[in-house]
């Protein structure tokens, strides 16, 4: 079974509005950490967001915000108010036992202006 | 966080011929890994790079191929050996801090082009 699934292989949001980008997760372990990055084009691995799975909070982080559904083993990412520069590949991963970080397929974002 | 410093940022070799790819943390890390990542696709694990003993590959990966070595607790390097044109990829060195929580860094990647 797939560690992390992201089920949007592509989405377009107009620029100001909000975006949900999907993620679930499938794990045992109940130690485990969450993370979002964005690739823009230039290839680097941006970090975003990071929720751990003893978290009570869900994890903000600017425009960022992470909607963590432990029962429903859902990890979505919300990015408010969209800027052109959102336009990217966006990867949710998990660590397991807070250990290696498998990645999903990510989902491409792009911003309309 | 960290800043991981990661070279050569790309290069084009010829088919038979190896690099080494060199990935240096700005302070000591807990876990650094190798990823690569293929033209439009995922991020891949290739290794675990184990400080003073040898690295722990995935399935589909082995150290004839992808030797790695990590000195200490700050430098690692990757070796894309005997490398074909499938070889082509961006190769990205990870660490992962704080026992995991919370901090996990990219270097800025390799692009390697093999013809």
């Known amino acids: 079974a797939q560690k992390i699934t992201q089920t949007q292989p592509g989405m377009f949001v107009q620029e100001k509005e909000a975006v949900t980008l999907d993620c679930t997760y499938d794990t045992s372990d109940p130690s485990y950490g969450l993370f979002w990055y964005k690739q823009p084009s230039s290839g680097e691995m941006i970090f975003l967001i990071y929720q751990g799975s003893y978290d009570q909070q869900n994890a903000t982080e600017g425009r960022y915000s992470l909607n963590f559904q432990k029962a429903r083993k859902s990890a979505n990412l919300v990015i408010s108010a969209s800027q052109l520069g959102d336009s990217a590949m966006y990867f949710c991963?998990?660590?397991?036992?807070?250990?290696?970080?498998?990645f999903g397929t990510g989902t491409k974002l792009q911003v309309i202006p | 966080s960290a800043v991981i410093s990661q070279k050569p940022s790309r290069d084009i070799c010829q088919r038979g011929t190896s690099l080494t790819i060199q990935c240096q943390v700005d302070?000591?890390?807990?876990?650094m890994f190798w990823y690569r990542q293929q033209p439009g696709q995922s991020l891949t694990l290739i290794a675990t790079?184990?400080?003073?003993?040898?690295?722990?590959?995935e399935s589909g990966f082995v150290i004839d191929k992808f030797p790695i070595s990590r000195p200490n607790l700050t430098f690692s390097t990757l070796t894309v050996s005997n490398m074909s044109p499938e070889d082509s990829s961006i190769y990205l060195c990870s660490a992962l801090m704080g026992q995991g929580k919370g901090e996990a860094f990219f270097g800025q990647g390799t692009r390697l082009t093999v013809v």
């Open positions: 302070s000591q890390v807990t876990m």
């Open positions: 790079a184990n400080q003073g003993s040898e690295a722990t590959y």
């Open positions: 991963a998990i660590s397991e036992g807070y250990q290696k970080v498998t």
